[in-house]
């Protein structure tokens, strides 16, 4: 029987060497990129002040479920990893070095966030295994199926609407096309 250890050790060891693949601003991206996409399934049907905070708590748990277990890719455990040892002032410091101009409104708001997951994506397929690649792309994809799914849209008061709007489908859309990815923006969206 070999030990439960080694397994671990060895995942340790190749979440390192994929973390270490990416200097501090391209590991900051590639962090951010699973937001990114939260930003652009938002912007694309807005839902009111309690549907935007269930859609970013999305964003949260799609990270958090996506980056789980042993058997998550390196680049995966890399980004668990970070999330569980990284301080609130290690983030600030992170953010803070990163040039970033304020959105002035929605459409800029959704240029940034492609932009900035287009470039994670970018270095993804660039720096990573094949493996890690895919698995980041689907990280992105889930996470922007879980938050077009987090919230109805339109209706008044929770009543009536839908529970992913076309905006979003068509966010989700751009998405998979940015990533290089072929399927339908239905295909993984409950309800839709």
Known sequence: MSDPTSHTNAGDQAALQARAQYTQDEWFKIMNGPGRAGVMVIAAGPSGITGVLAEMQEVALSLQEGTRGLDAPPLLRAMRDALTNTSPEEVKALRDAQPHERARNTEDLKAQARDGLRQAAWLVSAKSSPEDAAAYKQLIVTTAERVAAAAKEGGFLGIGG???SEGEKAAIEDI??????SGSADAGVPGA
């Open 162 to 164: 839908v529970q992913v």
């Open 176 to 181: 998979r096309h940015l990533l290089g990815l």
